[in-house]
């Protein structure tokens, strides 16, 4: 069945949400012999506008996240995981509030040791009625900021006006790190989504998402989705060449089905999809042996049918290459029928061809 038109989904959405409680601590950096330092209290906010400016600059960025995780815990026991253990304690009692965003503050000093990282502000927030997936609820946040810059303030001043400057603030529209935790799914590991900006190379870019959130990607439509397609242009790029003979051409024909039958249908089915997109009876086997592989190493399982997630074929869209580079001298972009790209050897010349069929020149 072929998909009528959708529009993208919003998963987080903030327009019933309000600013409970927040803490804000200071957390340097170990390697560089940086220390932390806690306040005694809750942040008071004494108008209106800061909290609408510190909603804005904390949740707007969620707006165009896919990706749900969970928390995790690398021995299997969830009770283990520092963040899980303090966001529970905040759900179950929020009078803990403050005295558990300390603790939050300490274990990202913990984790805080590549020399790479940088120190910075950490904000420790109660939000009530942040919405995921259409559910309304309570959720903490976590955020840091690491970047900061210079603004300039222009103001009247005796008939005329004057400038001046701010150094080391922080820019609304650009939040480094942040992640929402939800109150829902305790057992496995709460709703959680985030936001990363890395910075000081892959080494440092591990320490929020892995080191101090330990966090597992939620199995969902738009995680199966993602997987299946990036698995498939690995299998046609990498492995096609192990066992079958095939021109590049012939390549980017099996990832540019691939694609169609992805933005056609509503859902995957294996069979279904080997058997339009791949064909071959031996490459078939050899994908599902590619697949079974993946998820064995991973240790993440892939349905054989499942519900095809617009996102996730975008963000895939933007990496499937249909290009086929010749030399230095032409790119030839495919995006139809291969049977009108033919292949050969000019002797003559001692080269490769193509000789490509068209109607008319647009």
């Known amino acids: 069945?072929?998909?009528?038109?959708?529009?993208?989904?919003?998963?987080?959405?903030?327009?019933?949400?309000?600013?409970?409680?927040?803490?804000?601590?200071?957390?340097?950096?170990?390697?560089?012999?940086?220390?932390?330092?806690?306040?005694?209290?809750?942040?008071?906010?004494?108008?209106?506008?800061?909290?609408?400016?510190?909603?804005?600059?904390?949740?707007?960025?969620?707006?165009?996240?896919?990706?749900?995780?969970h928390l995790m815990h690398s021995s299997g026991n969830l009770n283990l995981n520092?963040?899980?253990?303090?966001?529970?304690?905040?759900?179950?009692?929020?009078?803990?509030?403050?005295?558990?965003?300390?603790?939050?503050?300490?274990?990202?000093?913990?984790?805080?040791?590549?020399?790479?990282?940088?120190?910075?502000?950490?904000?420790?927030?109660?939000?009530?009625?942040?919405?995921?997936?259409?559910?309304?609820?309570?959720?903490?946040?976590?955020?840091?900021?690491?970047?900061?810059?210079?603004?300039?303030?222009?103001?009247?001043?005796?008939?005329?006006?004057?400038?001046?400057?701010?150094?080391?603030?922080?820019?609304?529209?650009?939040?480094?790190?942040?992640?929402?935790?939800f109150n829902i799914e305790k057992e496995n590991g709460y709703k959680v989504v985030v936001v990363d900006k890395t910075n000081g190379g892959q080494d440092a870019a591990v320490y929020w998402k892995d080191d101090f959130l330990q966090l597992?990607?939620?199995?969902?439509?738009?995680?199966?989705?993602?997987?299946?397609?990036?698995?498939?242009?690995?299998?046609?790029?990498?492995?096609?060449?192990?066992?079958?003979?095939?021109?590049?051409?012939?390549?980017?024909?099996?990832?540019?089905?691939?694609?169609k039958y992805f933005k056609e249908k509503e859902t995957f089915d294996m069979d279904e999809f080997t058997g339009e997109v791949i064909g071959n009876p031996q490459a078939i086997e050899s994908f599902k042996n590619f697949k079974n592989q993946y998820e064995q190493e991973f240790d993440s399982p892939i349905a054989n049918t499942f519900e095809i997630s617009d996102n996730a074929v975008k963000k895939q869209a933007r990496v499937y290459k249909s290009v086929l580079k010749l030399d230095k001298n032409f790119h030839i972009y495919i995006h139809g029928d291969k049977e009108l790209i033919e292949k050969g050897f000019d002797d003559g010349r001692s080269m490769n061809y193509y000789k490509v069929y068209f109607k008319e020149e647009a």
């Open 1 to 69: 069945m072929n998909k009528t038109p959708t529009f993208a989904t919003i998963m987080v959405t903030f327009f019933e949400a309000s600013l409970d409680t927040i803490s804000v601590h200071h957390v340097g950096n170990q390697s560089q012999e940086e220390m932390y330092a806690l306040s005694d209290h809750p942040l008071e906010l004494k108008d209106d506008i800061i909290p609408n400016l510190l909603m804005q600059y904390f949740l707007k960025p969620f707006e165009k996240v896919n990706e749900v995780y």
């Open 82 to 181: 520092e963040v899980h253990h303090f966001a529970t304690q905040v759900f179950d009692d929020k009078e803990q509030f403050h005295e558990a965003s300390e603790q939050i503050a300490k274990h990202l000093y913990k984790t805080t040791t590549h020399p790479n990282i940088k120190g910075g502000e950490l904000y420790v927030v109660y939000f009530n009625k942040v919405q995921i997936e259409g559910n309304p609820l309570d959720a903490i946040g976590i955020f840091k900021s690491e970047n900061k810059e210079t603004y300039l303030k222009v103001y009247p001043d005796k008939g005329g006006f004057q400038v001046d400057y701010e150094q080391d603030a922080i820019n609304i529209n650009k939040l480094d790190k942040g992640v929402l935790i």
């Open 216 to 259: 597992r990607i939620r199995n969902d439509s738009f995680n199966q989705t993602s997987n299946t397609l990036g698995i498939y242009k690995n299998f046609v790029t990498q492995k096609l060449d192990d066992e079958f003979e095939m021109s590049k051409a012939d390549k980017i024909d099996l990832l540019n089905r691939s694609m």
